[in-house]
């Protein structure tokens, strides 16, 4: 029978003593986890390790004895260590010996059923790491699974070092430098308070903000990405501001993610603002933005002039190519009145929009998303305009095809069913047919312009928005914590051979495997706000082609027109 001991490194020189663990009879292992030194009172130990149980959970006892022939030890030591097994009744007991070589370990187990002898392999492990590691991919029940909760869940009983005071003298990792700082601490201390007012002061603004829940208001602002984004935020603020203690380490991951990407945000920001504001900057956006404004309404009157002309060689109906020309023409016309209207003041609103920065690189990101919404609008009504004509030509020919083919849609049954017409039906919907089939090339000609170009509106859009949900969604914290300690994040454990010799016990290394980046991403990724399009490319071409409506970074709960 195979017994594997795991054997903490930072009890490699620690004087002699009595072993505490863990011994976990599934798997036959044993987890040590300290050595307890003399002098002692076994009363005292008992209740210490009763204590323990009752906090942790997990039943703790001494395991054995623990002897560093290094150092000078005289017989009477070892009688002594010997008779320990009668006053800390374990089965199996262990006894383990260190030799002056500090090459070979000793170890035996006593006390097995049925008297077996036990294959000892002894494996060394890092205590701190694996304390403070978070096994991912772990079996259910498994032995390495049992051994990191053991390791894990003995947290208070790593608080007490060799050196304090006490009844009680340990050796485990913090013998080698206990981790301490008073500036951690104070922090700790503070974030109670600053956690309780910063929840106080988001129930002052959610109460404000209901206000605004009035039925159009909410309308409007759901189509806002910048209403979008602040309601996002609320949401990490009032995460970040719980006073309610991460119990587990999904919680507190996410909790840090949302704090360290929180803070990046704004700090790109203010980045962003300072730039703004040195060198002018955004007086030389304003004076820019108005010629832009009218060179794109110049290019889009003499793409209109050469569609009313015969474009490509095309020949279009003359009198609807008249009629859709003038009437866009027109809309054009009210986008430069527009834009003229509010020239005096565009300086003005990009300098308090340019203080948005300070809120993030995501809003700042979205204002700008918003205002290319609001300086294409006339492009989207183009769109909307064409594609609703173009969808109820298409309409129209598919009803009257199946006219010919004796069939009718049944919108009771959602299905089509056969129908007979009579001479006058037949003529009337023959006349209807040619006509819009002739109609078609100048309608459709439009609408593949204007989707064109509201499809490179949506292009600059998207590629706005998927940059902001990369700073929302990106677990910053998980990134670099698999980076500085990668330990932290486990996918699992390797072993490495380090003695082998006949009637010794074999000595492993165990080491720790981390968790992939890409799994990192997969495992922490932060929620978004946004939902992307599920339709395939082949249902996307079959909506351009009927002409219905596409919005394909629409937001979530929003319906299609």
């Excluded at 020189?13 to 976990?24: D, F, K």
């Excluded at 706005?464 to 998980?478: E, H, K």
Aim: with cysteine; hydrophobic share 45%.
């Amino acid at each position: 029978m195979a017994v594997k001991i795991f054997f903490p490194t930072s009890c490699s020189g620690a004087e002699n003593g009595l072993l505490i663990g863990r011994w976990m009879a599934d798997h036959q292992s044993v987890v040590v986890l300290a050595v307890l030194h003399f002098p002692f009172i076994p009363g005292y130990v008992k209740k210490y390790l009763a204590n323990l149980e009752q906090v942790t959970g997990l039943s703790l006892s001494v395991l054995g004895t623990w002897s560093n022939r290094k150092a000078e030890t005289d017989d009477k030591t070892e009688n002594f260590l010997s008779d320990l097994s009668s006053i800390f009744a374990h089965q199996p007991w262990l006894r383990m010996a260190r030799e002056a070589s500090n090459k070979f370990w000793d170890c035996a187990i006593d006390g097995l059923a049925d008297g077996e002898e036990a294959e000892i392999v002894l494996v060394y492990y890092d205590q701190q790491k694996v304390m403070l590691s978070e096994l991912h991919n772990k079996a259910e029940s498994s032995e390495i699974a049992g051994f990191f909760d053991t390791v894990a869940r003995n947290r208070p009983l790593f608080a007490m070092d060799k050196y304090d005071e006490g009844p009680i003298k340990l050796t485990h990792w913090q013998s080698e430098g206990v981790e301490a700082s008073i500036i951690v601490e104070l922090v700790k201390q503070a974030s109670v308070p600053m956690c309780a007012f910063l929840s106080f002061l988001l129930s002052v603004i959610t109460s404000i903000t209901r206000v605004l829940q009035v039925k159009p208001l909410s309308y409007l602002w759901s189509k806002l990405s910048t209403c979008e984004q602040l309601g996002k935020r609320l949401d990490s603020l009032r995460l970040i501001g719980s006073t309610e203690a991460a119990k587990d380490h999904t919680l507190f991951m996410r909790k840090a993610n949302t704090l360290v990407s929180l803070l990046l945000d704004v700090i790109l920001g203010i980045v962003l603002m300072s730039w703004l504001y040195q060198g002018n900057h955004i007086g030389q956006l304003a004076d820019k933005l108005l010629p832009v404004a009218d060179r794109v309404a110049v290019e889009l009157q003499g793409l209109l002039q050469w569609l009313m002309g015969a474009p490509a060689g095309l020949k279009m109906n003359r009198a609807l190519d008249e009629v859709l020309g003038r009437f866009f023409m027109y809309h054009i016309h009210l986008w430069i009145s527009y834009i003229r209207l509010m020239s005096p003041f565009i300086e003005v609103i990009l300098w308090y929009i340019g203080l948005s920065a300070c809120l993030g690189l995501s809003v700042a990101l979205s204002i700008l998303s918003d205002i290319i919404a609001l300086l294409t609008f006339h492009i989207y009504c183009f769109y909307v305009y064409g594609a609703r004509l173009y969808c109820l030509k298409m309409h129209g020919l598919s009803s009257l095809w199946r006219l010919f083919r004796g069939k009718k849609w049944n919108v009771l049954r959602q299905r089509v069913d056969s129908c007979s017409y009579d001479l006058d039906q037949l003529f009337l919907g023959t006349l209807l047919f040619t006509i819009l089939l002739f109609l078609l090339p100048t309608i459709a000609l439009y609408y593949l312009v204007f989707t064109l170009l509201r499809l490179l509106v949506v292009l600059v859009q998207g590629v706005i928005q998927m940059t902001t949900d990369l700073l929302n969604s990106v677990p910053v914290y998980a990134l670099v914590l698999r980076l500085c300690r990668p330990y932290r994040l486990a996918a699992g454990v390797k072993f490495r051979m380090l003695e082998q010799q006949t009637g010794k016990p074999l000595r492993l290394l165990m080491q720790i495997n981390s968790l992939p980046y890409g799994n990192v991403l997969q495992h922490y990724r932060l929620p978004s706000s946004r939902c992307y399009p599920k339709d395939s490319w082949g249902s996307l071409c079959k909506k351009l082609f009927i002409g219905e409506l596409i919005y394909p970074w629409r937001q979530k709960g929003d319906k299609q027109d």
